[in-house]
Nanobody, 119 residues
């Protein structure tokens, strides 16, 4: 099983980016999916999660600016980031709870994509 993120980059404050994460491999089902981030010198923090049924949760610092969504048919989760701030600069990681045909649910991580907010 692999999670591959894309969509990171350099953006000015106030700008927008959309991150995508595709899960591939021998997948039976995908449960909760989410995005985490880690800024230099800081611990990794949860940004947003979404259940298979579409229930969303966000860290307070991104509420009203970020939107998480998923396409279950495409095994993909998205993070739409608007009104980006300097403090949003971090490596963003995709996370998913995946059940394979031979294994019980397990947590998987992507390799990370860099988001840099700078003027």
């Amino acid at each position: 099983v692999q999670l591959v993120e894309s969509g990171g980059g350099l953006v000015q404050p106030g700008g927008s980016l959309r991150l995508s994460c595709v899960a591939s491999g021998s997948i039976f089902s995908i449960g909760a999916m989410g995005w985490y981030r880690q800024a230099p010198g800081k611990q990794r923090e949860l940004v947003a999660t979404i259940t298979r049924g579409g229930s969303e949760e966000y860290v307070d610092s991104v509420k009203g600016r970020f939107t998480i969504s998923r396409d279950n048919a495409k095994n993909t989760v998205y993070l739409q980031m608007n009104s980006l701030k300097l403090d949003d600069t971090a490596v963003y990681y995709c996370n998913a709870v995946i059940t394979t045909p031979v294994l019980s649910p397990n947590e998987y991580w992507g390799q990370g994509t860099q988001v840099t907010v700078s003027s």
